[in-house]
């Protein structure tokens, strides 16, 4: 009988230590909800993920490229623990930050968006199945790309599929980011997630 037990035991560890590791790589994020969208808004979508290219910053003049320069500098020194690796670092900062303000978003405010959606982890995955280091969820590649859910662990791709879906969140908020970022995380109206984001946006600000 006791061995009985002390067998039961130690399946019930393996059980708990193997959803532990199971949950390791889960991302802490709500989902996205599929929504009716207007055919002119799901157009500007599908135009807005659709360019693959490589960002390539342009800058009015010397004095800006500067600023981005001091930016990208001070940005990789801060996130070092999270993203070790100088050329994957340096990759992702270029393209988080092309990526937002071609979105029309403050690079800040989506670096602390990724933050709390993975951790900045590129293969996370969160228990509703929302993807990547922006935690998009897999539907959208159905109704905006062409439906390859494997591109949404593609850096630039997930960056730019997230940075767009915000910004067509704001806009459908008539700029609230407040209700915007609710909506992204799938809790409109609930306090937790939009004052975790804006909480971390101001850490990454300069």
Not at 95 to 103: G, K, T
Not at 119 to 145: D, L
Request: hydrophobic share 45%; proline share 3%.
């Amino acid at each position: 009988m006791n061995t009985r037990r002390t067998h039961w035991r130690g399946r019930a560890a393996l059980l708990l230590l193997a959803a532990g590791l199971a949950g390791a790589g889960a991302a802490r994020a709500g989902s996205q909800k599929e929504e009716a969208l207007a055919d002119s808004v799901r157009l500007a979508l599908s135009h807005a993920i659709r360019d693959e290219r490589a960002p390539q910053p342009q800058f009015k003049d010397g004095a800006e490229r500067r600023r981005y320069d001091d930016w990208l500098a001070q940005m990789s020194a801060r996130l070092a623990r999270k993203l070790p690796d100088v050329q994957v670092r340096t990759e992702f900062l270029e393209a988080a930050w092309y990526e937002a303000r071609r979105a029309g978003l403050d690079p800040a405010l989506v670096l602390g968006l990724i933050q709390v959606e993975s951790a900045y982890r590129k293969y996370a995955v969160s228990m509703a199945g929302a993807r990547g280091y922006m935690q998009v969820m897999p539907f959208w590649t159905g109704v905006i790309g062409d439906s390859d859910r494997r591109k949404l662990f593609h850096m630039q791709t997930n960056l730019r599929y997230g940075c767009a879906i915000l910004r067509m969140y704001v806009d459908m908020e008539k700029g609230n980011l407040y209700l915007a970022l609710g909506r992204y995380n799938g809790s409109r109206g609930r306090p937790e997630y939009p004052n975790a984001v804006l909480a971390a946006w101001k850490r990454w600000e300069l």
